[in-house]
């Protein structure tokens, strides 16, 4: 396959994943609102928000790392998703993943969140700097179980490399990892609360502690940017987990249905909790999931 | 002046003309140029902190784009609430399930950088005109306002209060009013509603209003609030 | 309460008595012996909370009155003690140094009545209005509608009757 | 031959002349005193002459021509020569220091002068017991006389307490000749040695007697209350003649004494002396009188020195390695005591507290910090080869106890002599400018250094060939301390181009393997870094020359090959990098425990390698490394011994204070370079280790958690630092474990990961240093919450923190994320799992004090009092750039720096096949594990990435206003005070409620327990010396009683 082909493909393949992390977005808020007994917006609202903030006329900017911080958030949600295999054994949307294993994927999601973390940084608003600080020090704790849980995986099918996770699942639904080593899904799962940041893990964004957050000083088209990352980032950890522990998908419809299962785990979960506080999340993660993460390394070595 | 329609006590046209409106403008000599603002009553080191830029009109964009655009906008309104007086009280049942606003795309927002509409609810003291016009010149355009309650269109019962603004559209630019001691949430959705009429008809434009007529808002706002210690726009 | 009244009445000036509900009275002391009295309200009759600080503007009689709540944790009872300033120099000594709330509310009365507290800490700072240039509010001399009708720009009213004028817009062919 | 005659004759002339040309004139007096002195000394060196250029086999000398017993026969050999030559310079060097006084004190005082001269003399020469009794009481009565020179109270009391003691050693004397004579018929000590007298309990307790004799002379711990109340109150010049002249001849006659001795004493004496030393050395951590203080260290010296002339016969050694060694510590002693003492007299300061008025005198400074280093047994001086011939020795024939004993006692010396070091040196005391230098006096120390320096090249060349290891350090040292005077951008200019062309020319060509990436870390590291030091102003006086000794002995310390040479040049890098540090701003406490720290390890590095096969000198230390195996014991004080020098968990302590308060140019350096070093030899160890660690799993896995743990504590401790410094500190402390992890896995990949972060580590970490080296140095804190928006202020130290931040913490595309895939991949595949998850999890911590440093000190509010902050200067800016330029570029294509290590590694370690590059794509396809890295397409997908939506948001965002600092919506308020708006202070306060009970520093209160509880022992210890003469004497009475029942003399 020529670059240019490649590059074409690339290019759909985002655009699916980013007009159905959109769509995702709208379908939980959607969700939300009929648990709480609203109608809630349309699922399309999300594509409004994010055309309005790009049609906003002025912006405010508080220096080049501010300008850049959007920027390298998307770049951070683009990049995890181009590192990822969408689809088993679709040469089209296997993306660039043969530029690293889960490895690569799992530190190129904080590409992301340390430029954003820094471009709010420049904000000078507290806010930001306590909402990144909150979410570093949550993050942290989230990383273990997961990184568990991978490690888990790697134990389990001797490889990291993505694809190969994907291709020793076929076969059933009872080869899911799900099934065959629901330890490291269990921690996963858990991890996974943490890093979609709906209740109770949502006080990074605490909207009325501080408001926001750490896009507080951000406004217009760096929302808009910063919205459509959400899209992208969301269903790229979503297609991650797909691809790690359900037995990834051979088509888009597949993967559609399972990443809207994962996602809904969590706000099925967000719908019905309240909040932690920082140090308790902390707490929290670093108790029973990562207990849960050791054993699940811990049956292989037995 | 009958600004107000008869059936729903929702205001005509976009904007309420400011009044008096002779023509006048304050002396501008002591401006720095047309750029820029003296900041004059901030202190030297101060005046390091805060931006001195003058708000300029923005033009919209080319005719069915900023229609697109202007449907975006209309359909997708976020509030910044700021619960001045009892009207405060109203936002609460439209977020909820009986009224519901985000089934029109309106949602409220903690910062004024994310809002597009402003909601005044009540009366408006000195103390809190400062904020309001403080808050208002932080968010970004196109940016609307809707004064909620009598209090907000004339003083209402505080009409003879030492303390209280009697008119807001002589410091900000207000869209929409509503009516009522308090209004009910259905007036208050109707008058977004209206809103979003104004918006559709490209007719809600406030924010190039306010700043065509910066100097003389500017002069209405510093008349009123004695110990002005911010810049004179704060971006 | 009269007992009480009666055993500081043996070491202060105090006058006007009047027992409100069994567990409230009043009585006015004399200017110069606040401080001595509350001090001693608080220390040896254990009225060891100060509820409040307020004014009242006699403005016939050309007085000011102050009035200090106390209130009394033990036998849950509330003590005022008023005291009479000369209008025309209204200062009062501070208590802040006995309650530490007190500057709170002398920084009220100072911005509300201008009854001027010398030492009370910020007592000069404002309180609510902010940058208020006027006169002191509170006091009834100040007419609060004139003022604000100089002061602001009122909207035109355009007045109608509810009844003809919704029949007007509603029912217009009746 | 010059007859030794002339030696006693011309001080007998001498000191009965003295009083008669007195009348004529003071100056003639002291004209004669100096003639006799000179005149001696040139007799001594003119005996030296004959002895090495013509045939001089004759060293007896009879007195009347009279064969013994008749006559008293005298020697002259060549250690008495060398021996009188010193002796009588130093009496020399202390007639001049003691100039004024003895001009002043009258004719008494130098005539007793030289007839204590003529004791010493005597004593050294003398063949006869008899005679030695003489002259030591010539010698002992002399020297009361001159503790009384300083007619005040406390001088004169001990003077009388001396005399007691003397007395009584006398007395013992005395009898116990009287006794022996009567068993051996002779008091030629030739003969006496040459007759086969039987053991009997008698003649045993006459020996025992003599013998005692001397030792109490010799002031052994604790019978010396006396000798160091003289030592504190004497005039300083007489407290240098009591402990040079006067203890070296005692010590000579004492060791003329031994062959007599039954060989049940020799190990009695021994551990006599290895008490005294090591108690002494505890006794002085308390003592803050500089005189005293000199005290307990000379008589600890001469307890080491009566180990060695008797406890190392047990070992079977060579009597010339005995004398060598015993030589090389003798006259470190003997100069450096002197010195010292002479010092003492000059600065006039009683405690050592005062003595920082030192600072202010550069000569002095440096005069005292050669005397203090040469007691402390650094290279070059002579008791650095004689420590190393020691240890040598013990380890090797499992002397343990006397090993520990030496070494622990080596380690309080330098514990106090280092803190007084430190006290002198330290630039925050305000202490007044002193008077002007009295020049006489500055002679004797003057000459003694001189002599220090000749008597250590002769020791290096004497039985060691004078190589470049000790040659280059020393030399670069010499030259540019010569050039001192030369502007520092000229001076650093031409230490870079020295470097450079030395490097390419000599060192590189030698190199191959893991010694290629060694050199270039080491070399090329540091010589990047050297740029960065020329930003200062003024002259920086001392800096260039201990930075060239630093780089040329990292250097040396690859092309090192035998044992010897790595641990000189081991030393020389510790050396000079401890004086660097000193150079810190108030660094005195942070750099001696890092100096005591690293003489720890050094202590165990020398164990260790004295435990090791002998290496052949001319083949690199790391290359023959491959072929030889250590034992356990060596493997375990070696690893311990490289792991302080890294600063793992445990023995981190010194770590954050040494670089929190070294200069900050020198931190970078530290970090990135220096614990290299570190890491250097703990591959070297384990190089050899193989054989043991392959028996031993329990070792590895006890080095991996070590590691993983290291980089765990190190990353959360720097989570909660306020001091920039630190913060990097412990950030470095963290990926030095990561190392040492890599390197525990004991695999290919494994050591490639260790390898791969050694790199880049430099890079980064420098890059990062360098950047915050500029903003301390114009903003003129460490404290991060005192900073804050500097972004707009230093755009390029931001860059260079930001690209250093990203590669630290691992995020692709920046090298850093090969450094932790290489970790994680060896991790896993070697099985180490849990390890796996706790280094993942402290690399998610690392995101936390990482951002901390980035936002509090460049982004956020920035501070008013920072307005006018320039960006860093210009010679800052140039390590950084090339440091950016280098990670850039192995981003971009690892495989320059992948391949490499790989290919090194596999000398040691076989390069599995499943490990493969194809184009810039890592494939491992082992059994238990796949993955792979392509480095290049990340790097190139990140780009597009990157790129794409900043096109959008350049093309949709025109109408953007640039706002300023205040420009936030504070909740409808507006702030006041960038300094309260800023959030840095307590950052992560929410962390530390939820994990800050980890971190309680329970390792840094052992240490200082370490620290309180020696500190107790010693003032327990020091209780014994109550000042009084008569218990003083019980002591001594007590003494030998205990020894007697002790060494069960039957």
Known sequence: MSLVTKLIWTFISLGIVTIWGLTLTGIVAKIFARVQGRLGPPVWQPFIDIIKNNAKRTAVSHGIMFYLGPVFRIAGGIGTYMFIPAIYGSLYFSNFSVSGDVFLVMYFIFFGQLGMAL??????????????????????????????????????????????????????????????NPLAVIAAMIAMLGMNMYNPFSVVIAPQETPIGPPTEYSASFLGMLATNRGIFNAAKMVLFMNLYFGGATNLVEMIVKTFCIYFFSVFIGVAFPRFKTEDAIRFFLKVPTLVGILAIAVFLI | MSYMDKTTGIPEQGITPPIPDTGEMPDREWRKDDKTLTNAELTLEEQDWFCDARPTPAKPAWGPVEKFYNWARANSLWILAFGTGCGAIELRPLVTARYDISRLGMQPRPTPRQASVFMIG???????????????????????????????????????????????????????YVTGCMPRPEAVMAGFSKLKELILAGKAEGQNLYAEKFDWYKANQKQVIKDWNMPDYNW | MKELYDTISLQFTLKDFHQQKPN????????????????????????????????????????????YMLHNYDIKADFGIRVMLDRDKPVMESIHHLWEQGRVYQRELHEMFGIDFPGSPGVNEPMILEGWQGPPVMRRDFDTAKYSLETYDHRPRDTREPESHMKEKLYPED | ???????????????????????????????????????????????????????????QVFT????????????????EALLTFLVNLTGFLSGVYLAKKLGKSGVQSISILLLLMLGANGLILTRDIFNGFVFLEILSIATYALIGLKSKKNALAAG?????????????????????????????????????????????????????????????????????????????????LIASVHTGAVLYFFYKLLPLMPYEFLPLLAGTGLVSFLLSNLTALRQKNAARLLGYSSTAQTGLLMFVLTGLYRYNVHPSLVLFIAGGLFFTNF??????????????????????????????????????????????????????????????????????????????????????????????????????????????????????????????????????????????????????????????????????????????????????????????????????????????????????????????????????????????????????????????????????????????????????????????????????????????????????????????????????????????VLSSVLSKAGVFGLLLVLVMAKDVL???????????????????????????????????????????????????????????????????????KALIFMAIAGVILRTGTRNMYEMGGLIKKMPISYISVLMGIIAVSGVPPLSGFGSKWFIYTSLIEQGHYFQAGLAFFASAIAFLYLYRLIHTVFLGQPKPSQQNVKEAPFWLIIPQAIFIMVIMGISLFPNYITKPISSAVSIFIEKPDWLSWTGYNITLNSPVLHGNWNGNLVMLVTMGVFGFPLLWLLLINARTQKVKQFNIVFAAERPYKPWTTHFAHNMFAHYNKALGWLITPRITAFWNGVTEWSHSLAAAFSHIYTGNGQTYLLHIFMYILVIFIVGGIR
């Not at chain 2, 209090?151 to 807001?168: E, F, H, L, Q």
């Not at chain 4, 001696?40 to 005996?47: E, P, V």
């Not at chain 4, 040196?425 to 006489?440: F, G, I, K, M, W």
Request: glycine share 8%; net charge neutral; hydrophobic share 55%.
């Open chain 4, 1 to 59: 031959m010059v007859n030794p005659l002339y030696l006693i004759a011309v001080f007998l002339i001498g000191a009965f002349l003295v009083p008669f040309v007195d009348r004529a004139d003071r100056r003639l007096s002291l004209g004669v005193m100096y003639f006799s002195l000179l005149y001696t000394a040139s007799l001594s060196l003119m005996r030296l002459w004959q002895l090495f250029f013509t045939n001089g086999n004759e060293t």
């Open chain 4, 160 to 240: 009388f307490k001396y005399m007691m003691a003397g007395g009584l050693a006398s007395a013992l004397l005395l009898i116990g000749i009287a006794f022996a004579y009567r068993y051996s018929g002779t008091l030629n000590l030739d003969t006496w040695g040459r007759l086969l007298i039987p053991m009997t309990l008698g003649y045993k307790i006459a020996l025992f007697m003599i013998i005692m004799a001397f030792v109490i002379e010799l002031k052994p711990f604790p019978a010396n209350g006396w000798a160091l109340d003289v030592y504190q109150s004497a005039h300083s010049g007489v407290s240098s």
């Open chain 4, 335 to 668: 100069i450096a005591k002197s010195g010292l003492f002479w010092l003492a007299g000059i600065i006039k300061e009683k405690t050592t507290e005062k003595w920082s008025i030192l600072r202010k005198q550069p000569l002095l400074l440096v005069l005292f910090g050669v005397f203090i280093l040469a007691l402390t047994g650094l290279p070059p001086f002579p008791a650095f080869f004689a420590k190393w011939e020691i240890i040598q020795i013990l380890a090797q024939q499992g002397g343990w106890v006397a090993l520990t004993a030496i070494l622990l006692g080596s380690l309080l010396e330098a514990a106090y002599l280092l803190r007084w070091f430190g006290l002198a040196v330290r630039q925050n005391s305000d202490e007044p400018e002193t008077a002007s230098l009295p020049y006489l006096k500055l002679i004797p120390p003057l000459i003694g250094t001189i002599l220090l320096f000749a008597l250590s090249l002769f020791m290096g060349s004497q039985l060691y060939v004078l190589s470049e290891f000790m040659y280059f350090p020393l030399l670069a040292l010499l030259v540019f301390s010569i050039l001192d005077c030369c502007p520092l951008k000229l001076k650093g200019l031409l230490l870079v181009a020295a470097i450079g062309l030395w490097g390419w020319f000599s060192v590189w060509p030698r190199l191959m393997g893991i010694g290629q990436l060694f050199g270039l870390v080491l070399i090329g590291g540091a010589l990047v870094q050297v740029f960065g030091f020329l930003h200062h102003k003024g002259r920086e006086a001392g800096l260039i020359p201990l930075l060239a000794m630093l780089i040329f002995s990292l250097g040396n310390l690859l092309t090192a090959s035998t044992k010897l040479d790595f641990f000189l040049t081991w030393e020389f890098m510790t050396l000079s990098s401890y004086l660097l540090i000193m150079r810190g701003k108030s660094s005195h406490k942070a750099a001696l425990s890092y100096i005591l720290f690293s003489l720890g390890g050094a202590y165990l590095i020398l164990t260790g390698l004295s435990l090791m096969p002998p290496f052949s000198p001319g083949m690199a230390f790391y290359l023959q490394s491959g072929f030889h195996s250590i034992g356990l014991v060596s493997t375990i004080l070696l690893g311990i011994g490289f792991l302080i020098k890294t600063g793992a968990l445990g023995v981190h302590v010194w770590l954050p204070d040494a670089y929190a308060e070294a200069e900050n140019e020198f931190t970078s």
């Open chain 2, 122 to 176: 009540g009366y408006v003291s000195i103390k809190t005109l400062k904020r309001i016009v403080r808050s208002y010149e932080q968010m970004q355009g196109p940016k609307f306002v809707v004064a909620v309650c009598s209090c907000a269109i004339n003083g209402g019962m505080y009409w003879d209060s030492y303390n209280t603004v009697k008119r807001i559209d002589q410091y900000i630019p207000v869209d929409v």
């Open chain 4, 64 to 79: 009347a021509g009279f064969q013994p017993p008749l006559s008293i026969a005298l020697s002259f050999g060549f250690k």
């Open chain 1, 119 to 180: 471009g709010a940084g420049e904000g000078g608003h507290p806010y930001s700097a306590i909402g990144v600080a909150r979410g570093l020090a949550q993050m942290t704790a989230f990383e273990v179980p997961f990184a568990l849980s991978v490690i888990s995986l790697a134990v389990q099918y001797h490889t990291l490399n993505i694809t190969e996770i994907v291709a020793a699942q076929q076969g059933g639904i009872l080869s899911w990892t799900l099934f065959t």
């Open chain 3, 24 to 67: 409230l009275a009043f009585a006015t002391a004399e200017k110069q012996q606040l401080i001595a009295l509350l001090t001693y309200m608080r220390d040896v009759h254990r009225y060891t909370h100060l509820v409040f600080v307020t004014a009242v503007d006699w403005l016939e009689e050309n007085r000011f009155q102050i009035t």
């Open chain 4, 694 to 764: 392959a028996a031993n799993n329990l070792l590895l896995d006890a080095l991996s958690w070590l590691g993983v743990f290291t980089a765990f504590f190190g990353a959360l401790m720097a989570v909660f630092q306020e001091d920039v410094k630190k913060l990097l500190a412990y950030s470095s402390m963290s990926q030095l474990g990561y190392i040492i992890l890599g390197f525990a896995l004991m695999s290919h990949l494994g050591w490639v990961s260790g390898l791969y972060l050694t790199f880049t580590h430099l890079f980064f």
